[in-house]
């Protein structure tokens, strides 16, 4: 979905506001693995200063994920911003800050690329159901939000001590022994 700029750029208006939603992702970036729920809403504006352009982007956005340390399917949400720039001038502009650049092509601007790229950079590194998640029993597994379970607190004391099969004879002597 492109954003058509024309009108905008051939009038006098210093600030272009806009918002919709994006239903559904028509760009080349594959983001099937990250289980976004369409669609993403976004809102911004385009603002002209002295003939560069500046564009402002927030979007919020649902997705499923599954929880940290439960493992439990839940829907998160996120927002994001974003602020990027267009030189008229393609010297002012600064390789090394790519990403807080746009390009207007044929008077319109690339809104579902931005849009996408945004969505995968947002995306957080951990997903946790409720911030006091219990999470899941070491030994059992059960999920700990739904209840406790038997299993004794100082579980590592029943974990029975493997013995070296070497040894084990010896020590079925000793117990003759000892009886
Ligand atoms: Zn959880
Ligand atoms: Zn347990």
């Not at 239903?23 to 289980?35: G, P, V």
């Not at 001038?89 to 990403?99: A, G, L, N, T």
């Given at each position: 979905m492109r954003l058509d700029l024309s009108r905008f750029l051939s009038s006098d208006i210093e600030r272009y506001d806009f918002e919709g939603e994006l239903?559904?992702?028509?760009?080349?970036?594959?983001?099937?693995?990250?289980?976004i729920i369409f669609p993403i809403k976004y809102n911004g504006s385009i603002y002209d200063l002295t003939g560069e352009l500046v564009l402002e982007l927030n979007i919020s956005y649902d997705f499923i994920a599954n929880c940290d340390r439960c493992l439990v399917e839940f829907k998160n949400h996120r927002e994001a911003n974003y602020k990027a720039y267009n030189f008229k001038?393609?010297?002012?502009?600064?390789?090394?800050?790519?990403?807080e650049y746009f390009e207007v092509v044929n008077d319109s601007i690339d809104l579902s690329e931005i849009i996408i790229s945004l969505v995968v950079t947002s995306l957080p590194g951990k997903n946790l159901c409720k911030e006091d998640c219990k999470g899941l029993?070491?030994?059992?597994?059960?999920?700990?939000n739904e209840g406790e379970c038997d299993?004794?607190?100082?579980?590592?004391?029943?974990v029975e001590e493997k013995v070296d099969p070497r040894f084990e004879k010896l020590l079925d002597l000793f117990k003759d022994e000892e009886v």
């Open positions: 239903a559904l992702n028509d760009t080349n970036l594959d983001i099937d693995d990250l289980r001038d393609s010297s002012f502009y600064d390789e090394d800050s790519i990403d029993c070491p030994v059992c597994g059960k999920n700990l299993c004794e607190v100082e579980e590592e004391t029943e």
